[in-house]
């Protein structure tokens, strides 16, 4: 069925259910998993500039630049060791394992990713942005909807599902 699941993961809380049943579904299935982190400027989570301008005239505040760059560092640094711990939970639950962090837009880094990849699957969260924000901010998860060379499962923001009533619900159609 599916061999290898690419997880896309942000900085929101979605993330560790999103995590949660990719692992949940890579056991149930035997698959590996890769699991994907893109900074992005788009991101809300992601460092922005703290003064007027700077975007326009990034010359005028070239004395905060180090201090900008020591924080996108430290940004990279702590996407890097919270992949680093997930791989190591899904490599504990028995669960192959992987991890990548890349930057650029959210959308085009998952396909590609999946591409290069050779993924049969990605999974990922949902924030439920519509209407304007969704217009204005997009939305990562309709890009890959409609840009993905594989299946997608997309984890919505209210889903509070119990993933041990997922397996039971498995066990029954495997019966």
């Known amino acids: ?25 890579a056991k149930a299935t035997n698959a590996s998993l890769m699991l994907l982190h893109v900074q992005s400027a788009y991101d809300e989570y992601y460092l922005k500039p703290g003064f007027p301008g700077a975007e326009v005239y990034p010359s005028l505040y070239t004395h905060t630049s180090p201090t900008y760059m020591k924080q996108c560092e430290a940004m990279e640094k702590e996407g890097l060791e919270e992949l680093k711990f997930l791989a190591g939970q899904a490599i504990a639950s028995g669960v192959k ?6 930057q650029g837009d959210p959308g085009r880094v998952i396909c590609n990713t999946a591409i290069s990849w050779q993924a049969d699957l990605i999974i990922m969260g949902r ?14 998860s309709n890009y890959v909807l409609h840009h993905a060379p594989c299946a997608v499962l997309v984890v919505q923001h209210s889903a509070n599902v119990n993933l041990s009533e997922e397996a039971q619900a498995i066990d029954r159609l495997n019966c």
């Open 127 to 140: 924030r439920g942005r519509a209407g304007l924000s969704e217009l204005f901010l997009g939305s990562v």
């Open 97 to 102: 394992a992987e991890f990548i962090q890349n």
């Open 1 to 25: 069925m599916f061999h290898k699941i690419l997880v896309a993961l942000d900085n929101s809380e979605l993330s560790q259910q999103v995590f949660d049943h990719a692992v949940f579904l």
